[in-house]
């Protein structure tokens, strides 16, 4: 096996970036990029620390992420399993990475910035659900933004449902659980899971 130790070997394989790779970097907001994560209900967000990596789906009906100005966005800290991953992370590594989703769009926006963990209450009501507010919210001020090559979902056929895999390809999370404690009850799990998760969404 060949393995690439040196970026010059990499810009050997893969040559010069095109002009429109650079244009497109920002270091706030313009309007079609604003455009677009208005239109993102679904971004996954990426965070560093001293275990390791750690990226996470975020999503909110409509728009996933709130923004502030050119140069800042917010991210309420929905509920879920309460590991708290990326928020430990931002604690001891401000550096994240975002990755904005549009559902029949293969246009996808990146944001990679600088981030804090808010507890504001003016703030936090102001991302209430159902009348409930995040306990925390994720200010990021924004280092660069720039839309990604669509290629990657055009290879993926993600939009295509001919392309989607049967319901049965995916197991259940009550299997990937009992995959890794057999005494562990996945058809309660399974069975109690979807109105578990509507009462508990926000």
């Given at each position: 096996?060949?393995?690439?130790?040196?970026?010059?070997?990499?810009?050997?394989?893969?040559?010069?970036?095109?002009?429109?790779?650079?244009?497109?970097?920002?270091?706030?907001?313009?309007?079609?990029?604003?455009?677009?994560?208005?239109?993102?209900?679904?971004?996954?967000?990426?965070?560093?620390?001293?275990?390791?990596?750690?990226?996470?789906?975020?999503?909110?009906?409509?728009?996933?992420?709130?923004?502030?100005d050119d140069y800042t966005l917010v991210v309420p800290d929905r509920?879920?399993?309460?590991?708290?991953?990326?928020?430990?992370?931002?604690?001891?590594?401000?550096?994240?990475?975002?990755?904005?989703?549009?559902?029949?769009?293969?246009?996808?926006?990146?944001?990679?910035?600088?981030?804090?963990?808010?507890?504001?209450?003016?703030?936090?009501?102001?991302?209430?659900?159902?009348?409930?507010?995040?306990?925390?919210?994720?200010?990021?001020?924004?280092?660069?933004?720039?839309?990604?090559?669509?290629?990657?979902?055009?290879?993926?056929?993600?939009?295509?449902?001919?392309?989607?895999?049967?319901?049965?390809?995916?197991?259940?999370?009550?299997?990937?659980?009992?995959?890794?404690?057999?005494?562990?009850?996945?058809?309660?799990?399974?069975?109690?899971?979807?109105?578990?998760?509507?009462?508990?969404?926000?």
């Amino acid at each position: 096996m060949s393995i690439i130790t040196s970026i010059a070997e990499l810009e050997a394989i893969y040559g010069q970036t095109s002009d429109a790779s650079v244009i497109k970097v920002s270091a706030r907001l313009t309007d079609g990029y604003r455009r677009v994560i208005e239109a993102s209900p679904l971004m996954a967000l990426a965070t560093s620390g001293p275990e390791g990596l750690d990226c996470s789906p975020r999503g909110d009906p409509g728009q996933a992420v709130t923004i502030k100005d050119d140069y800042t966005l917010v991210v309420p800290d929905r509920r879920g399993n309460n590991r708290i991953d990326s928020l430990r992370n931002i604690v001891r590594d401000s550096r994240v990475g975002l990755l904005f989703l549009i559902p029949g769009s293969n246009t996808t926006l990146r944001v990679n910035g600088r981030a804090q963990i808010s507890v504001d209450p003016d703030l936090l009501q102001s991302l209430a659900m159902d009348g409930k507010p995040p306990r925390s919210a994720i200010v990021i001020s924004i280092g660069e933004v720039y839309f990604q090559c669509a290629r990657a979902l055009m290879r993926a056929r993600l939009w295509d449902p001919e392309a989607w895999p049967g319901a049965d390809a995916v197991p259940s999370a009550g299997t990937l659980l009992r995959e890794l404690s057999q005494d562990f009850d996945s058809h309660s799990y399974d069975r109690d899971w979807p109105e578990r998760a509507k009462n508990s969404m926000w």
